[in-house]
Nanobody, 116 residues
Framework: QVQLVESGGGLVQPGGSLRLSCAAS????????MAWYRQAPGKQRELVAR???????NYADSVKGRFTISGDNAKKTVALQMNSLKPEDTAIYYC??????????WGQGTQVTVSS
């Protein structure tokens, strides 16, 4: 089993910044990639950013140049630095851990609200 704990959500004005953090515990040796997803009201959950164990990263087009994913591969922690936030970034953000030969694990989610 893998457990994920997220932190760092909140309310921010348009143009502001927030940093989300996620820490994994349990069977962390099975984790091969970590990612951030988000789900806005009435919409499907979507991939925001992903980082593999080889430090390869990829981003949704909507956040490229504004968001940065980083992490510690040994400790299985991952962070999402979000700059130049827009109202359309408002969503619940979820940390996800992809596991080798196992079902992936989800965090509990953290609310990000961008509003003036």
């Amino acid at each position: 089993q893998v457990q994920l704990v997220e932190s760092g959500g909140g309310l921010v004005q348009p143009g502001g910044s927030l940093r989300l953090s996620c820490a994994a515990s349990g069977d962390i040796k099975s984790i091969v990639a970590m990612a951030w997803y988000r789900q806005a009201p009435g919409k499907q959950r979507e991939l925001v950013a992903r980082m593999s164990s080889g430090d390869t990263t990829n981003y949704a087009d909507s956040v490229k140049g504004r968001f940065t994913i980083s992490g510690d591969n040994a400790k299985k922690t991952v962070a999402l630095q979000m700059n130049s936030l827009k109202p359309e970034d408002t969503a619940i953000y979820y940390c996800y851990a992809a596991r080798l030969g196992r079902l992936g694990a989800w965090g509990q989610g953290t609310q990000v609200t961008v509003s003036s």
